[in-house]
């Protein structure tokens, strides 16, 4: 499995190039934020609010000039008219000037993407694995000795999964038959699952999508899980489809932000986003402990996601995409080799953890927050935060560092849902609440990690709490391999229900639990 998870080993991490021994009883956190962020995190930030700057001036001018021809009367136009026959090259000038700007901000102008509905996959019953089921099958599969099974157990008592996760069915079998064949089956049913319920909730006709983008990060075959889902929908032959792998846990934000430039390019049409991980193709049966982690907390799971750019849509859509930030820290070494899929002395396939994964998934943290706060966050925030870290950076002074208060650009959190740890580390980092992560630790306790999908089994118990009301702001954050860290943001457009036969339809009433 991937990143993302792999950042919450739940307080378990390996190695860079030489073997680490992992002790789970060890606690690795992230760097504190505001005792390490420097000023050249937030010129990303600031960089990204200018490149943006045309925009945001044209827009208040032109609301300007409406607000003042809706207050103007008849007795200042027929002026207007005197005044204007003795000025013909001014009027020409101007009339030029209005026409060019007004031309330039229409083609250049983003357009608003809507996410008209999701639907998250839910396997059957007899593929749920309680943590004691999981631990039995381990010792009956004869591919690990006592210690190596001992080792996974303390993993998972400490890796805030609950007792009804879910499993492919291929390792489910006694021994367990990660074949091509069960592989493709446990991807074709979670994302085929995803989509028709995706498609039965939405009533739009699949030859209507125009744009199809996949993303599943160990696990891409021939033809391509992207080209399943056209045959199996019969989509139509002129789609843009695309096919992301190796990308991680974040990876479903990847998925969202092409599909959004995709939507500037090509009018009037839906696109969908597919995401998903395979468990079955890339459970690890050795004996390293760096590679024995994802077994633990990666699980079955699927999100499809409809899009659209279609003004009509804005009426029945439930959230407008605000912002898609990316932060990439694949230059440096180390970012790059900290989640490394390779073989062990034994020949077999897993995926390594480096000793430093928590240390750069702190700087590909910082880096992106710090690039998305000059975007959400009031100005009153930004004032506060910028001039203490100036004053301790630049000036020396001996201040308390300001931590912008978050809750206030958004409502609902969607932190990855990973693993323990880094939900612990971010909600002491960002100060936040019990109830900001509340989604996230049920999430991973209720499906595990879910890999890039994992963030929209939040949005829906955000949803099916009946908490989302119209104007709200979510932030999903997700992180991977390579090493990125994402974040998407999203405003509720109305007060938005949970979707009919959603994940928590049946359990809601169940949580929180401790």
């Known amino acids: 499995m991937e990143a993302g998870g792999e950042l919450a080993a739940d307080n378990n991490k390996s190695r860079g190039g030489a073997t680490v021994n992992v002790n789970p009883d060890h606690r690795y956190t992230l760097p504190d934020f505001l005792q390490t962020v420097n000023l050249k995190h937030v010129k990303l930030g600031y960089h990204y609010l200018i490149s943006h700057l045309l925009t945001l001036c044209i827009a208040p001018l032109m609301i300007a000039v409406v607000v003042q021809a809706m207050q103007t009367n008849s007795d200042d136009l027929r002026h207007l008219w005197l005044h204007l026959q003795f000025h013909l090259v001014s009027v020409v000038t101007a009339s030029m000037l209005l026409a060019f700007g007004s031309t330039f901000y229409i083609l250049t102008r983003p357009r608003p993407v809507f996410l008209l509905d999701y639907s998250c996959h839910r396997p059957g019953p007899d593929q749920k694995v309680p943590l004691r089921t999981f631990v039995d099958r381990l010792r009956l599969s004869g591919d690990y000795d006592e210690a190596t099974v001992e080792f996974q157990r303390k993993i998972l008592e400490r890796s805030g999964l609950g007792d009804e996760t ?3 069915e291929a390792l489910l079998e006694i021994p367990p038959k990660p074949t091509m064949q069960s592989a493709r089956e446990e991807s074709e049913q979670a994302l085929f699952g995803a989509l028709d319920q995706m498609f039965s909730n939405t ?3 699949p030859k209507d999508i125009g744009i199809l983008v996949v993303n599943s990060s160990l696990f891409n075959p021939t033809p391509s899980l992207s080209a399943a889902i056209v045959n199996k929908y019969k989509l139509r032959g002129n789609i843009k489809s695309f096919n992301l792998g190796g990308m991680g846990c974040s990876a479903g934000v990847i998925s969202l932000d092409l599909a959004k430039d995709l939507l500037q390019v090509h009018r009037n049409t839906y696109a969908v986003v597919a995401s998903t991980e395979n468990i079955t193709a890339n459970s690890y049966a050795g004996a390293k402990k760096s590679m024995l982690i994802a077994n633990c907390l990666f699980r079955v799971g699927g999100a499809a996601v409809l899009l659209s750019n279609k003004p009509s849509d804005r009426r029945t859509a439930k959230y407008k995409l605000a912002h898609v930030v990316r932060t990439h820290r694949g230059a440096d070494e180390k970012a ?6 390779e073989e062990d002395g034994g020949g077999r396939a897993g995926v390594s953890l480096s000793k430093d994964l928590m240390a750069i998934a702190g700087g590909a943290l910082k880096a992106n927050i710090t690039t998305l ?11 506060l935060f910028f001039s203490t870290l100036v004053a301790r950076k630049v000036m020396g002074k001996k201040v308390k560092p300001y931590i912008p208060d978050f809750k206030r650009a958004f409502e609902h959190f969607c932190i990855h849902a990973g693993g323990r740890a880094v939900i612990d580390e971010l909600e002491g980092n960002l100060q936040l609440l019990p109830e900001d992560v509340e989604a996230s630790r049920m999430t991973l306790h209720r499906f595990g990690n879910t890999s890039s999908s994992s963030i929209w089994y939040e949005l829906a118990y955000v949803e099916a709490k009946g908490r989302m009301r119209k104007g709200d702001r979510v932030w999903q954050i997700a992180f991977g391999s390579g090493f990125k860290c994402n974040s998407a943001v999203w405003v509720a457009i109305r007060d938005v229900e949970a979707s009919r036969n959603g994940p928590w339809e049946d359990c809601i009433d169940k949580y929180p639990v401790n």
């Open 373 to 383: 706060g000059p975007l959400v966050l009031p100005l009153s925030e930004q004032i």
């Open 203 to 205: 009533n739009v006709n």
């Open 166 to 168: 879910y499993l492919p």
């Open 336 to 341: 790059f080799r900290c989640v490394y899929q």
